[in-house]
Protein backbone atom coordinates (compact mmCIF):
# COMPACT_ATOMS: atom_id res chain seq x y z
CA UNK A 1 0.00 0.00 0.00
CA UNK A 2 1.24 3.61 -0.70
CA UNK A 3 2.69 5.12 2.36
CA UNK A 4 2.00 8.50 1.29
CA UNK A 5 -1.50 10.67 0.09
CA UNK A 6 -1.50 14.09 -1.48
CA UNK A 7 -4.20 16.64 -1.79
CA UNK A 8 -5.76 18.12 -3.44
CA UNK A 9 -6.23 14.62 -5.90
CA UNK A 10 -6.85 17.31 -9.21
CA UNK A 11 -6.44 20.91 -9.45
CA UNK A 12 -7.37 23.31 -11.93
CA UNK A 13 -6.10 26.75 -12.65
CA UNK A 14 -5.37 29.34 -15.57
CA UNK A 15 -1.84 29.96 -16.98
CA UNK A 16 0.08 32.25 -14.78
CA UNK A 17 -1.39 31.25 -11.35
CA UNK A 18 0.49 29.19 -8.76
CA UNK A 19 -0.50 25.54 -8.03
CA UNK A 20 0.56 23.97 -4.58
CA UNK A 21 0.42 20.26 -3.87
CA UNK A 22 0.53 18.90 -0.54
CA UNK A 23 1.59 15.19 0.83
CA UNK A 24 1.51 13.58 3.82
CA UNK A 25 3.72 10.51 4.63
CA UNK A 26 3.79 7.73 7.48
CA UNK A 27 7.27 6.90 8.77
CA UNK A 28 11.10 8.30 9.42
CA UNK A 29 12.67 9.19 6.11
CA UNK A 30 15.59 9.78 4.63
CA UNK A 31 14.61 11.51 1.90
CA UNK A 32 11.30 12.80 -0.35
CA UNK A 33 11.27 13.28 -3.98
CA UNK A 34 8.78 14.71 -6.54
CA UNK A 35 8.58 13.62 -9.88
CA UNK A 36 5.95 14.57 -12.49
CA UNK A 37 4.07 12.14 -14.90
CA UNK A 38 2.45 12.86 -18.36
CA UNK A 39 -0.38 10.76 -19.66
CA UNK A 40 0.61 7.71 -18.57
CA UNK A 41 4.26 7.85 -19.51
CA UNK A 42 7.52 7.30 -17.56
CA UNK A 43 8.41 9.54 -14.26
CA UNK A 44 10.67 12.50 -14.57
CA UNK A 45 12.49 13.48 -11.66
CA UNK A 46 11.87 17.26 -10.44
CA UNK A 47 13.41 17.49 -6.92
CA UNK A 48 14.93 15.78 -4.27
CA UNK A 49 15.02 17.07 -0.48
CA UNK A 50 17.03 15.54 2.43
CA UNK A 51 15.66 14.87 5.52
CA UNK A 52 17.41 17.48 7.45
CA UNK A 53 16.50 20.41 5.33
CA UNK A 54 13.46 22.21 5.20
CA UNK A 55 12.94 24.32 2.06
CA UNK A 56 14.50 23.97 -1.08
CA UNK A 57 14.47 25.48 -4.67
CA UNK A 58 14.56 24.79 -8.27
CA UNK A 59 13.45 27.27 -11.14
CA UNK A 60 9.95 27.29 -10.75
CA UNK A 61 9.96 24.76 -7.76
CA UNK A 62 9.97 25.37 -4.20
CA UNK A 63 9.95 21.95 -2.24
CA UNK A 64 8.89 22.57 1.69
CA UNK A 65 9.73 19.56 4.01
CA UNK A 66 8.06 19.30 7.77
CA UNK A 67 9.74 16.01 9.18
CA UNK A 68 7.59 16.84 12.37
CA UNK A 69 4.11 16.58 10.64
CA UNK A 70 5.40 13.78 8.22
CA UNK A 71 4.41 16.40 5.35
CA UNK A 72 5.69 18.17 2.31
CA UNK A 73 4.77 20.44 -0.27
CA UNK A 74 5.23 21.30 -3.90
CA UNK A 75 4.76 24.74 -5.03
CA UNK A 76 5.08 25.46 -8.81
CA UNK A 77 4.79 29.41 -9.54
CA UNK A 78 3.51 30.84 -12.67
CA UNK A 79 2.48 27.63 -13.84
CA UNK A 80 2.55 26.88 -17.75
CA UNK A 81 0.04 24.53 -20.01
CA UNK A 82 3.03 22.68 -20.33
CA UNK A 83 2.89 21.92 -16.51
CA UNK A 84 -0.12 19.90 -16.65
CA UNK A 85 0.86 16.01 -15.34
CA UNK A 86 0.61 14.68 -12.32
CA UNK A 87 2.55 15.51 -9.75
CA UNK A 88 3.73 12.36 -7.43
CA UNK A 89 5.62 12.64 -3.95
CA UNK A 90 7.97 9.92 -3.16
CA UNK A 91 9.91 9.17 0.55
CA UNK A 92 12.58 6.90 0.66
CA UNK A 93 12.50 5.22 4.04
CA UNK A 94 14.80 5.42 6.89
CA UNK A 95 14.94 1.51 7.74
CA UNK A 96 13.88 0.25 4.28
CA UNK A 97 16.80 2.06 1.68
CA UNK A 98 16.67 1.28 -2.24
CA UNK A 99 12.97 1.85 -2.69
CA UNK A 100 10.53 4.90 -3.30
CA UNK A 101 7.18 4.70 -1.93
CA UNK A 102 4.84 7.22 -3.99
CA UNK A 103 2.08 8.99 -2.75
CA UNK A 104 -1.45 8.78 -4.64
CA UNK A 105 -0.11 11.78 -7.05
CA UNK A 106 -2.17 15.27 -7.73
CA UNK A 107 -3.37 15.96 -11.23
CA UNK A 108 -2.75 19.63 -12.79
CA UNK A 109 -4.26 20.67 -15.25
CA UNK A 110 -3.03 24.15 -16.38
CA UNK A 111 -5.60 25.91 -18.72
CA UNK A 112 -4.41 28.49 -21.43
CA UNK B 1 23.54 9.39 -22.80
CA UNK B 2 20.54 7.31 -23.74
CA UNK B 3 17.74 7.26 -21.49
CA UNK B 4 16.05 3.66 -19.88
CA UNK B 5 15.01 1.64 -21.98
CA UNK B 6 11.84 -1.16 -21.68
CA UNK B 7 10.71 -3.35 -24.07
CA UNK B 8 8.38 -4.36 -25.36
CA UNK B 9 5.53 -1.13 -24.99
CA UNK B 10 2.35 -2.88 -25.29
CA UNK B 11 1.75 -6.38 -24.63
CA UNK B 12 -1.71 -8.45 -24.26
CA UNK B 13 -1.51 -12.15 -22.78
CA UNK B 14 -4.38 -13.96 -21.71
CA UNK B 15 -4.64 -15.19 -18.14
CA UNK B 16 -2.73 -18.05 -17.12
CA UNK B 17 -0.03 -17.46 -19.27
CA UNK B 18 3.34 -15.72 -18.30
CA UNK B 19 5.76 -12.89 -19.49
CA UNK B 20 9.01 -11.36 -19.70
CA UNK B 21 9.76 -7.66 -19.64
CA UNK B 22 13.11 -6.63 -20.39
CA UNK B 23 14.95 -2.55 -18.96
CA UNK B 24 17.67 -1.41 -20.37
CA UNK B 25 19.60 1.11 -17.52
CA UNK B 26 21.27 4.21 -18.01
CA UNK B 27 24.81 3.94 -19.00
CA UNK B 28 27.47 3.56 -16.55
CA UNK B 29 23.70 2.87 -14.01
CA UNK B 30 24.12 -0.08 -11.71
CA UNK B 31 20.67 -0.10 -9.90
CA UNK B 32 17.49 -0.81 -11.90
CA UNK B 33 14.25 -0.50 -9.72
CA UNK B 34 10.98 -1.96 -10.54
CA UNK B 35 7.31 -0.35 -10.16
CA UNK B 36 3.94 -1.39 -10.83
CA UNK B 37 1.30 1.30 -11.78
CA UNK B 38 -2.59 0.72 -11.76
CA UNK B 39 -5.85 3.11 -11.06
CA UNK B 40 -6.28 1.70 -7.91
CA UNK B 41 -2.86 1.26 -6.01
CA UNK B 42 -1.46 3.83 -7.68
CA UNK B 43 2.81 2.98 -8.13
CA UNK B 44 3.89 0.31 -5.92
CA UNK B 45 7.62 -0.71 -5.36
CA UNK B 46 8.25 -4.51 -6.78
CA UNK B 47 11.90 -4.63 -6.41
CA UNK B 48 15.15 -3.40 -7.07
CA UNK B 49 18.40 -4.60 -8.27
CA UNK B 50 22.91 -3.48 -7.92
CA UNK B 51 25.22 -5.40 -9.20
CA UNK B 52 23.06 -9.28 -9.75
CA UNK B 53 21.82 -8.66 -6.41
CA UNK B 54 18.17 -7.60 -4.79
CA UNK B 55 18.53 -5.17 -2.76
CA UNK B 56 14.74 -4.92 -1.57
CA UNK B 57 11.49 -6.38 -3.05
CA UNK B 58 7.96 -5.26 -2.41
CA UNK B 59 4.98 -6.80 -0.90
CA UNK B 60 3.94 -8.83 -4.16
CA UNK B 61 3.39 -12.43 -4.55
CA UNK B 62 5.92 -15.00 -5.61
CA UNK B 63 4.58 -14.74 -9.70
CA UNK B 64 6.46 -11.76 -9.85
CA UNK B 65 10.13 -12.10 -10.03
CA UNK B 66 12.84 -10.49 -11.48
CA UNK B 67 16.86 -10.72 -12.09
CA UNK B 68 19.24 -8.64 -13.47
CA UNK B 69 22.44 -9.55 -15.76
CA UNK B 70 26.21 -8.94 -15.49
CA UNK B 71 25.57 -5.71 -18.04
CA UNK B 72 23.37 -4.12 -15.46
CA UNK B 73 20.52 -5.03 -17.82
CA UNK B 74 17.59 -6.78 -16.10
CA UNK B 75 13.83 -8.13 -16.81
CA UNK B 76 10.91 -8.78 -14.49
CA UNK B 77 8.37 -11.66 -15.10
CA UNK B 78 5.31 -12.44 -14.34
CA UNK B 79 3.99 -16.29 -14.00
CA UNK B 80 0.11 -17.61 -13.98
CA UNK B 81 -0.90 -14.15 -14.97
CA UNK B 82 -4.38 -12.73 -13.21
CA UNK B 83 -6.52 -9.95 -14.64
CA UNK B 84 -5.45 -7.71 -11.62
CA UNK B 85 -1.67 -7.32 -13.27
CA UNK B 86 -3.38 -5.31 -15.78
CA UNK B 87 -0.72 -2.44 -15.40
CA UNK B 88 2.41 -0.18 -16.56
CA UNK B 89 4.78 -1.27 -15.50
CA UNK B 90 8.41 0.78 -15.25
CA UNK B 91 11.17 0.47 -14.61
CA UNK B 92 14.01 2.97 -13.09
CA UNK B 93 17.97 3.23 -12.96
CA UNK B 94 20.20 4.80 -11.20
CA UNK B 95 23.98 4.89 -9.95
CA UNK B 96 22.87 2.91 -7.15
CA UNK B 97 26.05 3.21 -4.98
CA UNK B 98 25.30 5.96 -2.65
CA UNK B 99 23.85 3.89 0.13
CA UNK B 100 20.48 5.11 -0.87
CA UNK B 101 18.02 6.41 -3.04
CA UNK B 102 17.61 9.44 -4.38
CA UNK B 103 17.13 10.99 -8.24
CA UNK B 104 15.74 7.43 -10.50
CA UNK B 105 15.52 7.48 -14.36
CA UNK B 106 12.48 5.93 -15.61
CA UNK B 107 11.79 4.43 -18.83
CA UNK B 108 8.46 4.70 -20.49
CA UNK B 109 7.03 1.71 -19.16
CA UNK B 110 5.49 -1.41 -20.37
CA UNK B 111 1.72 -1.40 -20.67
CA UNK B 112 0.43 -4.84 -20.02
CA UNK B 113 -3.19 -6.11 -20.93
CA UNK B 114 -4.06 -9.66 -19.26
CA UNK B 115 -7.50 -10.35 -20.96
Known amino acids: SQQGEEDPQALSIQEGENATMNCSYK?????LQWYRQNSGRGLVHLIL?????REKHSGRLRVTLDTSKKSSSLLITASRAADTASYFC????????????FGSGTRLLVRP | KAGVTQTPRYLIKTRGQQVTLSCSPI?????VSWYQQTPGQGLQFLFE???????NKGNFPGRFSGRQFSNSRSEMNVSTLELGDSALYLC??????????????FGPGTRLTVT
Open chain 1, 49 to 53: IRSNE
Open chain 1, 27 to 31: TSINN
Open chain 2, 49 to 55: YFSETQR
Open chain 2, 92 to 105: ASSRGDSGNTYEQY
Open chain 2, 27 to 31: SGHRS
Open chain 1, 90 to 101: ATVPMDSSYKLI
